[in-house]
């Protein structure tokens, strides 16, 4: 049996929406994906909030949510140590929102495993 092992960049840089609305990235079937580092700056002239998580096929809820109204200063870049070295099985989902429309830049990337 051959594993194949892939970087990837998960999510290429782009701003967080108000609402969780759809995933910004989705493991493929047969295959396992780990977080290396996702990043979240703000962009904005004011300070924001970020929420994000890791679902198995849904939207955010209590019971996923790994970063929840985190503040972001103005110009400020938050690496999510929440997500760093984190094994998502196929089908689970990242997924984040902001306080504030298109405030926040998002990006992750990892390795993927099949």
Known sequence: MTITITQLQFVAPTQLGVADLAP??????????????????????????????????????VSNIMISNYPLAVGQAYIAIEFA????????????LSNTFQAVTFTASGITSQ
Request: charge should be positive; glycine fraction near 12%; proline fraction near 4%.
């Open 24 to 61: 910004f990235y989705t493991v493929p079937t047969l295959t396992t994906a780990r977080i290396g580092r996702a990043v979240f700056t703000n962009t904005s002239a004011s300070a924001v909030t970020i929420t994000a998580g890791i679902s198995t096929g849904g939207a955010l809820t």
């Open 85 to 96: 070295g984190a094994v998502l099985p196929a089908g689970s989902q990242l997924r984040a």
